[in-house]
């Protein structure tokens, strides 16, 4: 919104400062910390009185998690996404379709996990939204938001870049339709399943922000993308201040989740953060970048199909219990050991990831 101020920069020179995503995405960033530093206690006061009991707590889980987390408020994602919501709106350029597509998916991906979140707390049971109901709703959202980048991007939308290869290595065409909403919701739920412990996905996908605001930034100047090798993407730069938002709110949030937490993220954070995570990638055509800068998210995935499929076909776990954080639980690890080193983790992967843009 404030990008117009740019406009009267022939009057008063400082305004010039609007025009640079750089300054904007700082200023996405304080706005979004402040706002939640805020309004957390207050929105924290309000979810435990109407949630009473708070999130359900897994009877099969870590023992010592029923008696350290029982009562904890859930919802948080709710701060989070009204910090983010602010700041971009205030710091971000409106025109851009690309910012409008992330919080489209963002808030319906939030919906879907906070009507989730409601019925679990409500019940005080797991069961929440159905499983193909919710994953009907994130593929319907996510293929609204692909469509719209095909309507509104330019002729590579369609595209596919691979990591280490310049140029793009083949035109999905409408398929784009099926790969697309693919990403996003796997994204989305991948973030959802690493949401398991005090402060262990809100790190993570700040650190997977940070790198994401780096390479929208960077594929959204043709300089830098033609001096990268990488594909430009023309308007792409404007996610880079969305993605200062979602950082600064993270850490408005981490404030009240560290441990012992005040708050969960719940479904309603988890779900629109990995969805927004999914859909930026979708929009800079780093998609398989995603899964290496995320690959945090991807293996604590990965414990879950394994787990399953290995307990149905043979009737043994691989792991002592899924996802795998709670299997280092069950090892011995203290909670703050097991998120403390899988930040370490998420750190090292997204360097991994930021290195591919000059492998070519």
């Known amino acids: ?10 009057v008063f020179q400082p305004l010039n400062l609007f025009r640079y995503i750089t300054f904007r995405t700082g200023g996405a960033t304080a706005t979004a910390l402040f706002f939640v530093f805020f309004f957390g206690p207050r929105i924290i006061k309000a979810l435990r009185l109407k949630q009473g009991k708070g999130q359900p707590i897994r009877d099969d889980g870590p023992q010592s998690h029923l008696l350290t987390k029982k009562g904890t408020p859930t919802m948080g994602g709710l ?18 379709h690309y ?6 998916v963002m808030i319906g991906f939030g919906l879907i996990g906070f ?15 159905s499983g193909r109901r919710r994953l009907a709703l994130e593929v319907a959202i996510a293929v609204i938001a692909c469509g719209a980048m095909m309507k509104l991007g330019t002729a590579h939308t369609t595209a596919l870049a691979l990591p280490a290869i310049n140029g793009f290595v083949a035109d999905l065409g409408l398929f784009f339709l099926i790969f697309g909403p693919f990403v996003i919701v796997a994204a989305g739920n991948a973030v959802n399943l690493t949401d398991g412990l005090d402060g262990l996905a809100i790190v993570p996908v700040m650190i997977a922000a940070g790198a994401f605001g780096m390479i929208a930034y960077l594929a959204g100047n043709a300089i830098f993308s033609n001096y990268l090798g990488i594909n430009f993407v ?7 201040v969305v ?10 949030f981490l404030w009240f989740n560290a441990p012992p937490a005040q708050i969960f993220m719940g479904d309603t954070g988890s779900l629109a953060l990995g969805g927004l995570l999914g859909t930026i990638a979708v929009a800079v055509k780093h998609e ?7 690959g945090l998210f991807v293996l604590e995935t990965l414990s879950v199909v394994v787990q399953v499929a290995s307990f149905k076909l043979t009737g043994k776990r691989v792991f002592k219990m899924a996802p795998i954080h709670h299997h280092f639980e069950q090892l011995g690890w203290s909670e703050p050991q097991v998120v403390v080193r899988f930040w370490i983790i998420a750190f090292v992967l997204a ?3 930021l290195s591919t843009l000059k492998l070519r």
Not at 243 to 252: D, E, K, R, T
Request: proline residues 1%; charged residues 10%; contains cysteine.
């Open 288 to 294: 398989f970048v995603l899964a290496i800068v995320g």
């Open 234 to 240: 023309p308007g792409a730069g404007e996610l880079a």
């Open 99 to 104: 910012v409008w597509i992330v919080l489209f």
């Open 79 to 96: 701060m989070i996404l009204s910090g983010l919501i602010v700041s971009t709106l205030i710091w971000a350029n409106l025109r851009n």
């Open 115 to 129: 009507y989730d979140d409601y019925l679990k707390v409500t019940k005080q049971s797991h069961g929440g939204f």
């Open 243 to 252: 993605c200062g938002g979602l950082i600064g709110a993270g850490l408005g």
């Open 351 to 353: 360097l991994i990831g």
């Open 1 to 10: 919104m404030l990008t117009w101020l740019a406009e009267f920069a022939g």
